[in-house]
């Protein structure tokens, strides 16, 4: 296999041969090559296709600016789309695959979208598919979705673990260029504490693209012997392959690290990325520049780049896109490449310089004030077309054409935090503006200092300010430090199709059509046209479109300005950003006291807010959850059950005004609660509209214990938080969630009481005198452990709650199943607690759905009128009390053998179904075991007055239709006297 394009010398590890394949065919690279090097060297200059037009593509860039080159790598569970081959490492084995094309790159049978270019300008998704209507669903959609996209995605499960992670340093340095480098090197020999973070595998930035020499020897060489100094300081961190990819919000950076992106698969127990959160005291973005293309007609033909990206593949990768190049440039830099290149054999068919006193070279031709001003080749360059100076024309021979319409510096990470940039005219270009993300100091060509040396020097003196570091610095190495300065040169006139950003395919023309039709602004042009909208965001393309609106505007660039930078600064997969929360670590889950006795006892789970709990015990010759649950229920009825409620938030109160501050929170009266007793109190919005439902115990004069769904746990507290911080930050009092820090188990059925005088300790009397329905009290159990003990209900049985230290829950839930055997003791799961809180008419969550209020349900009583508290004035308003309110009501159905469902509507027996004639709607059903027959619970419009009315439960999405009656919430034991038993 014969690299027909590779030169000698570059910084390849020629030792190491690696096969990979494109497209199926098989090419050879080596060691330190990149694909799209490897490619180029084995003649291979289409790697992609555009967006819009599928127009052939090669690289534009050597770096992570690239537009074109834009490849899916590897195959199956591992398969990455949308990867720079300009960026990604060869590696043995490596299979890459081009996208966006079919049926093959060669020949693509969507490029007939060129032909109708005139039709599928910029905004022309704007003004069509809009008619007939009828066609955009069927249609239109359909071909748009699958036009779509540029690559595409396995559709299998990533089998690679990704990771965050966190470091901290006195200066974060983003750049291992030049500059960073030798601000690294100040920083590092300080003793500061310092991380050096760069994109690149190999550090080094231009340095590894360049010949000429720093103090007396390659530049490579300063480079190596750089690292190797930094490499061995104890206070300095290296991270190639890091791409910082955002500034934020108090010194905090974000930085991908590409860990094992450059293997096979990554090693054992090693992510391939990791997203790191960097806490940085000082910041120096030492970023580079990146090099601006020239637009002419046809001037995205494989083959034509940027002139700097020929220079890197020459002398860094021993790689020339073609044997016969050609460079289009408007300043002295471009003709480095020539240089570069006629001293590693590469043919110089021209070099055409747009300025007439451009320099000569002995090497080869120059043409001075001349332009390209269209390209030739089917599926790659092949002839060049140039105006000379005297107008007259000339056809050049090449296979590549290097363009260098000069520089802009790497502004991005300056503007995170909505910093703007400002115009060097002197550069004709960006540069950072004074409005810099706190700590952060600028050096090198980031600044606009494209000289060697001046990268130097910005570089330690920028470490010198960051740090204040005292004294005289050292003199820099001796570099070329030749002065730079850029007369700009955007676009060739007359073109019609040049190409400004090249992967979304916007021309001038398009820039153009954006201003005629009054999208001007750089907003509106950059959503009109999608320029800057690519994988690059613009990296390449964004100047050279602001130019053009400038010119047609009649203001100067820095009056049109530009768009807002954002972060990330390249792509950035998903799967970093999630990390290793993925799967069940998505949501992870909390886990009851009881949960591993519960699985012993083969008990289903389910997921409830953040924890999991158990749904049903299943027993031997149970079929269907509906026999566990039916069992559950009937069993603690008959005799007693334990359910594990430790899930309800339990909020500690504490303090002198711990009862006025209660009182403020709730609607119903909370100040003259008495020591021992338990209260069921109703939280409102500050609307009127309920927020939660719960119990306060009052175990000491200052001391209550607050109880919430487990739903709202974390809600309320932060509610009662707020109004103790900010509404009455003057009260005595304390909060503390101690959710976690109880185990608390439910205790129901009519020998509960019996059950529980066997652990908990003698002295404590838990007769219905000694201890009656709503009392509450520090208590001991099994011979002196502390717990809590109350006489409180969810069931509508005789129920005792009873909390005890978390950590031995485990061995309370065992205790109360070994001493309830002579009871037949049954645990219960959420299904059997939901049957019997619907059968006592207990509200929850989907009653308290945040458009409720007190008197829907049926609380209307509870908020007093002789005191205030939140939400007690807004509950008033006249919308929240109209006499057809909803009320909470229960459905039965006239035949017990008929279903209730949740959401379904409630309509008068007789009459239109519709939502005009709605009376109501179910919020809970179930089916009850005491009352064989599913029941729910509702809202119906002035419900407590149509008790017994006959209604039709209707659901149009499920086809059901059935008469139920409505009836008292409360189906068993509507008088309580069970619970006060």
């Not at 390209?375 to 000379?388: I, M, N, Q």
């Not at 008959?638 to 899930?647: F, I, K, R, Y």
């Not at 129920?799 to 037949?824: C, H, Q, S």
Request: proline share 5%.
């Amino acid at each position: 296999m014969n690299q027909i394009n590779r030169l000698k010398g570059g910084q390849i590890d020629r030792t190491q041969t690696l096969n990979f394949t494109f497209d199926g065919k098989t090419y050879q690279g080596h060691g330190g090559d990149t694909l799209a090097s490897a490619l180029l060297a084995n003649g291979v200059r289409l790697m992609g296709r555009s967006f819009k037009y599928h127009r052939p593509r090669g690289p534009l860039s050597a770096g992570s600016e690239e537009p074109n080159a834009m490849v899916e790598l590897r195959t199956g569970a591992r398969q990455e789309p949308n990867t720079r081959a300009t960026t990604a490492e060869l590696f043995e084995g490596l299979s890459a695959q081009s996208q966006n094309r079919w049926p093959s790159l060669k020949f693509d049978a969507m490029a007939i979208n060129d032909r109708f270019s005139n039709f599928l300008t910029a905004g022309f998704y704007y003004k069509t598919f809009m008619w007939p209507a009828a066609f955009w669903e069927k249609i239109y959609e359909p071909i748009i979705r699958k036009a779509a996209g540029l690559g595409s995605l396995s559709m299998q499960a990533d089998p690679d673990e990704y990771d965050k992670g966190f470091r901290h340093c006195d200066l974060l340095i983003i750049g291992a260029g030049p500059s960073g480098l030798m601000a690294a090197l100040t920083a590092g020999r300080s003793g500061a504490e310092v991380i050096l973070a760069d994109e690149d595998f190999a550090m080094g930035g231009r340095f590894n693209s360049e010949t000429f020499a720093i103090d007396d020897a390659s530049a490579d060489v300063w480079v190596q012997a750089s690292i190797a100094e930094l490499a061995a300081l104890p206070n300095v961190r290296l991270m190639p392959r890091t791409t910082v990819i955002g500034a934020f919000d108090h010194g905090i950076y974000g930085a991908l690290e590409r860990v094992s992106d450059h293997l096979a698969e990554p090693a054992p127990g090693k992510p391939r990325q990791i997203l790191w959160r960097i806490y940085a005291a000082k910041t120096i973005l030492a970023a580079g520049a990146t090099e601006r293309p020239i637009a002419f007609e046809n001037n995205d033909r494989p083959g034509i780049m940027l002139a700097s990206a020929i220079r890197s593949y020459a002398n860094r990768w021993a790689a020339t896109p073609a044997q016969r190049v050609a460079i289009f440039t408007n300043n002295d830099d471009g003709h480095r490449t020539a240089a570069d290149l006629h001293a590693a054999g590469v043919k110089i068919a021209a070099v055409v310089d747009t300025r007439t006193d451009a320099p000569r070279s002995p090497d080869y031709e120059v043409l001075q004030g001349a332009q390209v001003i269209d390209s030739k080749g089917r599926l790659g360059l092949t002839f060049a077309e140039v105006k000379l100076a005297d107008g007259s024309m000339r056809t050049l021979e090449c296979g590549a054409l290097g363009v260098s319409g000069g520089w802009n510096p790497n502004v991005h990470m300056t503007c995170h935090q909505r910093g703007r940039p400002t115009w060097d005219d002197s550069l004709a270009a960006f540069v950072p503006g004074s409005t810099l993300p706190p700590g952060m100091t600028v050096a090198g060509a980031a600044t606009g200092n494209l000289s060697s040396y001046g990268a130097l020097q910005t570089g330690a003196q920028a470490a010198k300010t960051a740090l204040g570091l005292k004294g005289r610095l050292p003199k820099p190495p001796s570099a070329e430090d030749a002065p730079v300065s850029q007369t700009p040169f955007w676009y060739v006139e007359g073109c019609s199709r040049a190409w400004l950003d090249q992967q979304n395919d916007v021309t001038v023309k398009d820039v153009k059509l954006s201003h005629q039709e009054g999208f001007r602004s750089v907003e509106h042009l950059k959503r009109y046209t999608t320029l800057g909208m690519a994988t690059d965001q613009g990296k390449t393309s964004n100047m050279g479109g602001l130019a053009i609106m400038a010119e047609l505007a009649g203001k100067s660039i820095p009056e049109v300005g530009t768009t807002i930078f954002r972060p990330p600064y390249t792509p950035t997969a998903i799967g970093a950003m999630a990390g290793r929360i993925k799967g069940m670590d998505f949501h992870p889950t909390r886990l009851t006291p009881s949960h591993y006795w519960a699985k012993e006892r083969g008990a289903v789970f389910v997921e409830v807010g953040n924890w999991l709990r158990a749904q049903w015990f299943p027993i031997a010759g149970e079929t269907h959850w509906r026999q566990s649950v039916d069992r559950e229920v009937a069993a603690t009825r008959a005799s007693v059950g334990v359910c594990d409620c430790t899930t309800l938030g339990k909020i500690d109160v504490q303090g002198t005004d711990a009862a006025q501050f209660l009182n403020k929170i709730y609607c119903n009266g909370f100040a003259k609660l008495a020591v021992g007793k338990v209260r069921y109190g109703l939280m409102l919005r500050e609307d009127g509209i309920a927020m939660d439902d719960g119990t306060a115990a009052r175990l000491e004069e200052d001391h209550f214990v607050v109880t919430t769904t487990t739903a709202n746990a974390a809600k309320v507290y932060q509610h009662m938080e707020f109004v103790r911080q900010c509404l009455f930050p003057d009260m005595d009092v304390q909060l503390i969630s101690t959710t976690e820090a109880w185990a608390q188990y439910a205790v129901a059925g009519p020998n509960s009481r019996a059950l529980l005088q066997k652990i908990v300790d003698p002295e404590f009397d838990l007769s219905n005198e000694g201890f009656p329905f709503m009392a509450c009290a520090n208590i001991t159990v099994c011979g002196g452990l502390r717990a809590r003990l109350f006489r409180i209900s969810f069931s509508g049985e005789m129920a005792f709650e009873i909390a005890v230290p978390a950590r031995y829950g485990d061995a309370l839930m065992r205790k109360l199943m070994t001493e309830g055997e002579e009871f037949n003791v049954v645990p219960y799961g959420t299904e059997a607690l939901g049957v019997m809180r619907i059968e006592k008419g207990h509200a929850a969550g989907n009653e308290l759905n945040g458009t409720t209020s007190a008197l829907n349900l049926g609380m209307g009583r509870m908020v007093s009128k002789a005191k205030d508290s939140i939400g007690s004035k807004l509950s008033e308003r006249e919308g929240l009390n109209q006499d057809d309110a909803l009320n909470l009501v229960g459905i039965k159905p006239l035949d017990a053998g008929d279903k209730v469902t949740a959401g379904g509507h409630l309509m008068n027996a007789d009459g239109p179904v519709d939502a005009k004639h709605d009376q109501g709607y179910v919020t809970s059903a179930a089916f009850s075991p005491s009352l064989g027959s599913m029941i729910g619970l509702g809202f119906v419009k002035n419900g407590s007055d149509r008790l017994g009315e006959k209604m039709r439960l209707v659901s149009p999405v499920t086809d059901l239709n059935v008469d139920v009656e409505i009836v008292s919430a409360h189906f068993v034991d509507p008088e309580g006297g069970r619970q006060r038993a």
